[in-house]
């Protein structure tokens, strides 16, 4: 087996016996880079001389006595998570040569455990989109078919940590961001509890929504990664009191006596019938396993994709205000006045996307419609979260595909209201604060299908179970073996 | 027709809290620009905002000391708008539900006692300023002062003159320095004043349309203004004109205002719920720790003044009104005792060199030991009381002790009985006519006689010595 095939658990294990170095698994990784992601395209941006720093540092440690969990195991970051001293673009013209000079607070977490950071992956500008085709600076491939979109907005470290190219990597997930893209290229993707994970250093996008999390090819290298990085930060007031550390051994104790809810509403017409029934077929086994499986009502779904549109695009427009062309960022060289200099830098630094979500959200949030839509649109989240809550009364996770579709080719969504309909399946979630995971659970005509656990806040501990039984029955789902 | 102005006050206060609203920079006044900075104050991307504790316990206790009802529930909101200025292009502030609601202060009218109501008190973050150096044809920010925490204080239009305003204002400053929620220094800019303003005939229930005024640097300016726009509005009313809505500028050289901008041009600020930021819940507790840790409070300061120290009641209102005299006045009643005396020199010398010199309480350039030390210099007779007032003027300009100045410019007072008494002689000599007036019965003539004494003696002489040293002398003259 090659360096690059092995998980995060496996590396540290390996790191820890004193059967490999830091600096052979980083080697092994940069090569591994440079030689697929030519085809992929993940990466934005490859650290390779602070990564090999980084692991001769993690080795010189290693010798000193030091152990921590993820010392000198490589992981890559989305380029809108701040790194600092590094570029953190958000894929963006308007942040191409923006260099923070702080650390996120997870980066700076990974860090104290030892991560070395290989790079940062692309996304959709500004985390806006689901197929990474949003980016301003280059094209993402599915591993599985270059023909495909990776999904989005984490398309990079979805498709990195699919590609074998590193075992882990970091994402944000605002309406599926996570989920959706690890759907589509066949990894594990958590998007935790809103309040789980800091976001300090997460480049806003929609402040209420936003939420960070982990990529990995198993149930347990996430677990392990949330051990690193959840827990409270006094540099967020949204993050929540009091940590939990996962028995990486219980990730696996299976889903006997678990009790399931499907959805209906999330199995309905717009929904593919080979994504569905891959799912059913993943659930029909966990029965198998000793799981109670019901199906239930959200009766208020149906509202969510709207008001997510609404809240996200609100919070953006305030949020990417900042982006004035003043202080750093994109400037345009010609302006009349300081209007004409906010219009031009504004108009030549933001993608078509972007401007529309900002169009969108100052619209909803203005004198005379605020109450029609932003108001509305509160009221409706609260109306879903309701849902959730009587579900959970019955239920300890619920079940659902991540996204309607298998991946999708490049250009086929040239509708953006097309798009939009990708994350019908995951907004809730984000809506709701709940944690979900989507989890491989089959192929359907050659490419992965993602199975969605949607949990209690703060239950991350019974996702892992639900998503580790999926994916042991599941199999050995790898590019490579198709 | 008789016109009524209806005025309405909007008051920014900087909060005294050594950090910043939303990170723990200092809020030191100047400094290097951009040097008062960090990633958050600046809104760099990914940054985020938490509140300082501190920032929302100021508010209440201004809150309650301004007689406010505390909101249990409160948030934080965003106010959409660019400028250079604000870094994040939206000041975090709060919309719907303030930390503070409904409160008063009371100011002392010629009429009597009257209330002025307060809508609203709320937490915000200041923006930084901009420096425009034309020169250059370029301006520059400084960010020093984004995130210093601000007091928003909104008053109800229950002002009808300018004079009102003034006492209102007055009265509202005295509280937040009494409080120490703020400094209230309008030259630095840690108080800053807008206030609206409309006319309507006397006896009319109706409000006319409102026009707000804004650039007023100083108390004066904003009852100059309030004046001027008075009577801009009641001729243009009285001429059957409409007044327009609109946000006009106080020009301070010229003493006028002018129009700024209409209410077609008014923003929309696009207020919405900060999502950074946590509600803010307040205990019944937690107010309660706060109420005790108010201050005394100016009326209070008042009232003690007049029951412990038998001051006389105007002379408690003037001095207490401004916590930085008050403090001194009492720094000195503490050393040297007997009140009466000390308010004297506060009601007299002191507010006037203040005035002249346009000077503020807290920078008063003498102290409390020296300004008793001058008053035992009158009780020891080494000076005349009018000598006295001199030695003030001295010290007040170059901070020198009186001894010192007593010394350097040799004003010490002449006791000596054998000196005086050969000065007085000389004049007795020098002026037969007033001893002749004197001595026919011209009581007053004494009077004349003493005033050449101290004339002789550049008004060193110790008068009440004169007085009795003529009159022995003259004794003499008649008995012989």
């Given at each position: 087996m090659e360096l690059y095939e092995y998980g995060v658990c496996e590396l540290a294990s390996l790191l820890k016996k004193g059967e490999v170095s830091s600096s052979q698994i980083t080697r092994a990784l940069l090569d591994r880079i440079e030689t697929r992601d030519k085809d992929v395209g993940a990466f934005l941006y490859v650290d390779r001389e602070g990564a090999l720093k980084a692991a001769d540092e993690a080795d010189k440690a290693r010798k000193d006595g030091r152990d921590e969990p993820l010392l000198g195991v490589p992981i890559a970051v989305k380029d809108n998570i701040c790194t600092k001293g590094t570029k953190t673009t958000c894929a963006s013209k308007m942040l191409e040569d923006f260099v923070p000079p702080y650390d996120a607070t997870v980066v700076k977490r990974l860090k104290q455990a030892g991560a070395v950071i290989v790079g940062k992956t692309n996304m959709d500008e500004f985390a806006m989109g689901s197929s990474t085709e949003n980016s301003a600076f280059k094209k993402t491939a599915n591993p599985w078919d270059y023909g495909k979109v990776p999904g989005g907005s984490s398309g990079g470290s979805a498709a990195c940590v699919a590609a074998s190219e590193v075992p882990a990597a970091l994402g944000s997930d605002t309406g599926g961001s996570i989920r959706q893209p690890a759907s589509f290229c066949g990894a594990v993707g958590l998007k935790p509890t809103y309040g789980r994970i800091s976001r300090y250093g997460l480049v806003a996008f929609a402040s209420s929504l936003d939420q960070i999390g982990p990529f990995a090819r198993n149930v347990q290298d996430v677990a392990l990664l949330m051990n690193v990085m959840a827990g409270p930060d006094e540099l967020d007031s949204t993050s929540a009191p009091g940590k939990e550390i996962y028995d990486l051994n219980s990730v696996k104790s299976g889903v006997r006596g678990l009790k399931i809810g499907l959805p209906k509403e999330y199995f309905g017409e717009g929904v593919s019938a080979e994504v569905k029934d891959t799912v059913y077929g993943a659930v029909k086994k966990l029965e198998k396993l000793g799981a109670v499986v019901e199906q239930t009502s959200l009766p208020y779904s149906g509202y969510a994709l709207a008001a997510y549109y609404i809240i996200s695009s609100a919070e953006a427009s305030s949020n990417l205000a900042r982006y004035d062309g003043i202080r750093y960022g994109h400037r345009a060289e010609k302006f009349d006045d300081l209007t004409d200099l906010y219009a031009r830098s504004r108009s030549e630094g933001f993608g078509k996307e972007v401007k529309r979500r900002i169009m969108l959200g100052t619209y909803v949030l203005s004198a005379g419609y605020y109450d029609a839509y932003?108001?509305?649109?509160?009221?409706?989240?609260?109306?879903?979260?309701?849902?959730?809550?009587?579900?959970?009364?019955?239920?300890?996770?619920?079940i659902s595909p991540t996204s309607p579709t298998v991946a999708f080719g490049f250009g086929e969504k040239s509708d953006p209201l097309e798009m939009y309909l990708a994350d019908i399946l995951t907004v809730p979630v984000n809506i709701a604060g709940l944690p979900a995971v989507s989890v491989p659970c089959g192929l359907a005509g050659g490419l992965p299908v993602g199975l969605q656990i949607i949990g209690r806040p703060f239950d991350e501990k019974t996702l892992f179970k639900g998503a580790d039984a999926v994916l042991q029955t599941a199999g050995k789902l790898r590019p490579e073996v198709r | 027709m008789d016109f009524e102005a209806v005025i309405g006050l909007e008051v920014h206060a900087e909060l005294l809290t050594k950090s910043k609203i939303f990170c723990g920079c200092t809020t030191e006044f100047g400094g290097q620009p951009n040097t008062h900075c960090c990633p958050v104050c600046l809104g760099l991307p990914g940054t985020l905002p938490v509140l300082n504790r501190r920032t929302v316990e100021y508010t209440i206790m201004a809150g309650l000391a301004l007689n406010c009802t505390i909101s249990k529930f409160s948030k934080m909101d965003r106010k959409n708008y660019f400028y250079p200025d604000l870094p994040k292009a939206y000041q975090i502030s709060q919309y719907d539900l303030p930390l503070c609601r409904e409160g008063y202060v009371e100011i002392e009218t010629e009429q009597g006692i009257k209330k002025i109501g307060i809508i609203r008190a709320h937490l915000e973050e200041d923006a930084g300023k901009l420096i425009h150096e034309e020169s250059e044809g370029?301006?520059?920010?400084?960010?020093?002062?984004?995130?210093?925490?601000?007091?928003?204080?909104?008053?109800?239009?229950?002002?009808?003159?300018?004079?009102?305003?003034?006492?209102?204002?007055?009265?509202?400053?005295?509280?937040?320095?009494?409080?120490?929620?703020?400094?209230?220094?309008?030259?630095?800019?840690?108080l800053r004043v807008d206030t609206n303003i409309s006319v309507r005939p006397?006896?009319?229930?109706?409000?006319?349309?409102?026009?707000?005024?804004?650039?007023?640097?100083?108390?004066?300016?904003?009852?100059?203004?309030?004046?001027?726009?008075?009577?801009?509005?009641?001729?243009?009313?009285?001429?059957?004109?409409?007044?327009?809505?609109?946000?006009?500028?106080?020009?301070?050289?010229?003493?006028?205002?002018?129009?700024?901008?209409?209410?077609?041009?008014?923003?929309?600020?696009?207020?919405?719920?900060?999502?950074?930021?946590?509600?803010?819940?307040?205990?019944?507790?937690?107010?309660?720790?706060?109420?005790?840790?108010i201050p005394e409070l100016p009326h209070q300061k008042k009232e003690r003044f007049v029951r412990d120290m038998d001051l006389p009641v105007y002379d408690a209102g003037v001095i207490t009104a401004d916590k930085a005299l008050s403090d001194f006045f009492e720094r000195c009643v503490g050393i040297y005792g007997n009140p009466k005396t000390i308010s004297n020199w506060v009601m007299g010398e002191i507010l006037r060199s203040m005035k002249e010199s346009e000077i503020d309480s807290a920078d008063i350039p003498i102290s409390p030991e020296q300004l008793v030390r001058l008053q035992k210099l009158v009780d020891d007779s080494v000076i005349s009381i009018s000598m006295g007032k001199k030695v003030f003027d001295s010290m007040f300009k170059t901070g020198k002790d009186p001894e010192v100045i007593v010394k350097e410019e040799g004003l010490s007072q002449i006791s000596d009985e054998d000196t005086l008494r050969a000065v007085i002689l000389k004049v007795i000599d020098n002026n037969p006519k007033s001893v002749a007036d004197y001595m026919g019965g011209k009581e007053k003539a004494i009077g004349f006689l003493v005033g050449q004494a101290m004339k002789e003696t550049r008004g060193k002489a110790n008068p009440q010595m004169v007085n009795e040293l003529v009159r022995e002398e003259l004794n003499k003259i008649n008995k012989n």
């Open positions: 932003y108001k509305k649109a509160l009221e409706v989240r609260t109306l879903i979260k309701n849902d959730f809550d009587r579900a959970f009364e019955k239920y300890d996770v619920l | 370029s301006s520059f920010v400084d960010y020093n002062r984004t995130g210093v925490p601000l007091i928003e204080i909104v008053s109800y239009p229950d002002m009808r003159t300018p004079e009102e305003a003034r006492l209102y204002l007055t009265k509202l400053k005295s509280i937040l320095e009494y409080t120490e929620v703020s400094d209230c220094k309008m030259q630095e800019g840690s006397k006896g009319s229930e109706e409000f006319g349309t409102k026009v707000e005024l804004k650039n007023l640097s100083s108390f004066r300016a904003v009852y100059k203004a309030l004046e001027y726009e008075f009577k801009r509005q009641s001729d243009a009313v009285g001429r059957g004109e409409k007044i327009a809505q609109e946000t006009r500028r106080w020009d301070e050289a010229k003493g006028i205002t002018i129009p700024m901008r209409s209410k077609e041009e008014a923003h929309d600020y696009r207020y919405f719920p900060e999502p950074d930021i946590v509600p803010i819940e307040v205990t019944d507790e937690w107010i309660e720790e706060i109420r005790k840790k």
